[in-house]
């Protein structure tokens, strides 16, 4: 098998692997180098099935010696297998940089003999990369669960940004789905990242050319959608993740139905795409808004509603600490309010300096006001004219395509079709209530 085909496969069994992210970190290239890592400098393009890429994300081998049954290189799926030398890996990635195809490395890699040995030959790939072809660019590895702690700082020493992904959010999903991993295999490799990474933070500071391990932190993946768990379950392991292990970025991924399985969704089953989409909000609201995971949900309420986003659907639950005078309330309150987000709070706490803001100031800071009308106030007077009425409120929290989901679908009839009556929409099947409005 040449090269080319490899590349074809193995490139093919890493498009499941989440990879959108900036670099996160910066390194100058050296005289006789090729590339450099700037902190924002990964620019983004759209594969085929629509995720976003900048690197050559690829996997080491397709060959796995687990049989986890959400994955298409699980060993009992027949599919065809190869694997790089570490040779062939470095040259590839050589030539598509020197082409400007891609901005840096993505590497991931199937268990091929044992944990161990498939990190040395990653290992091997990213030590010819850096010190025999001088590469200075993006690379983002996956650390092997499982994998020694000596191989895993030697790996951390090569790479700019390492994950281990969780997959699974709950151990009753991970002992089912994938029997031959376990919740230590998995957080331990993470523990021992964080530790490497506050040690090499006061190295720094008292060697100047003491080695970076990787500079751009951790991060994990998620599957969304393979097992039962909750959103709720989900979310506050995020955010016990974040707190214990210093995580960069939690990616979520939509399950798609690549192999068939009795404790899988069905091979029709469409990705839960929507859901994904509320979860990455939701992460948003943890990280740069203050929220915690017990605010957004509960066991009462586990899944955030699919019509509208998390931050819309917290306020619309706590209407009784609304509305805010927008002139008086500080900065944490402002990020609470749908339609401010953390510029535009900042702009107001900002010109709160100068003067007394009115509706019309709101707008130019960038606030969105056709949802942060209806929870705020200047000078303690709500917008002139403003009728808060239910069903006003719940359209303009919906985004179109929000909208989109409880509005019937209607298409050109012949006057001649005998069948026309059958498809006109009907309310239950829409999820309209009586009034025409969603059950919120």
């Known amino acids: 098998m040449d090269v080319m085909e490899k590349l074809q496969i193995l490139t093919a069994s890493a498009k499941y692997d989440v990879a ?18 700037v902190s924002m400098g990964i620019c983004h393009s759209f594969s085929a099935d629509g995720r976003c890429i900048s690197l050559l994300k690829v996997l080491m081998t397709n060959r796995c010696v687990y049989d986890c049954a959400y994955c298409v290189n699980r060993k009992s799926n027949p599919t065809r297998r190869a694997t790089f030398t570490p040779e062939e890996l470095a040259d590839l990635t050589i030539q598509f940089y020197r082409r400007n195809y891609i901005e840096g490395l993505f590497l991931s890699s199937g268990v091929i003999r044992n944990p161990d040995y498939t990190t040395e030959q990653m290992i091997s790939a990213l030590e010819l990369l850096r010190n025999v072809h001088q590469f200075r660019g993006y690379i983002h590895v996956k650390a092997i669960p499982g994998t020694d702690d000596v191989l895993l700082s030697r790996l951390g020493l090569l790479a700019d940004r390492m994950s281990v992904n969780i997959e699974l959010p709950s151990r009753e999903s991970l002992g ?159 990020l609470r309010v749908p339609g401010i987000g953390v510029k535009s709070a900042q702009r107001i706490v900002a010109a709160r300096r100068a003067g007394t803001l009115d509706f019309p100031a709101l707008k130019k800071l960038g606030v969105v006001l056709k949802r942060a009308q209806f929870f705020i106030t200047c000078k303690g007077k709500p917008l002139e004219g403003l009728k808060v009425g239910e069903h006003t409120l719940l359209r303009s929290l919906m985004s179109g395509q929000e909208l989109s989901l409880i509005q019937p679908q209607y298409e050109q009839l012949s006057l001649f079709d005998d069948t026309y009556l059958s498809a006109l929409p009907k309310a239950e099947t829409t999820g309209l209530t009586k009034g025409g409005w969603p059950d919120v």
Request: charged residues 20%; proline residues 8%.
């Open 20 to 37: 959108c992210t900036s670099s996160g970190s910066n390194r100058n290239n050296q005289a006789g180098g090729i590339g450099n890592t």
């Open 176 to 334: 089912l789905l994938a029997p031959d991993k376990s919740k230590d295999s998995i957080l331990k490799p993470m523990a021992l990242i964080k530790e490497k990474i506050n040690e090499n933070s006061s190295d720094i500071v008292k060697y100047n050319h003491a080695p970076r391990f990787v500079p751009a932190g951790q991060s994990t993946q998620m599957i969304v959608g393979a097992s039962p768990d909750s959103d709720y379950k989900i979310l506050t392991l995020t955010e016990g993740l974040y707190r214990k292990y210093g995580l960069k970025r939690v990616f979520f991924s939509a399950y798609t139905p690549v192999v068939e399985h009795s404790l899988l969704p069905s091979l029709d089953t469409k990705p839960p795409l929507l859901r994904e989409h509320r979860l990455y909000q939701a992460d948003w609201l943890l990280r740069f808004y203050g929220f915690q995971a017990n605010e957004l949900l509960d066991e009462a309420a586990p899944n955030f509603n699919p019509l509208l986003d998390p931050k819309c659907s917290w306020a619309l639950n706590h209407r009784e600490q609304f509305p805010v005078d927008i002139n008086r309330v500080p900065y944490n309150t402002l």
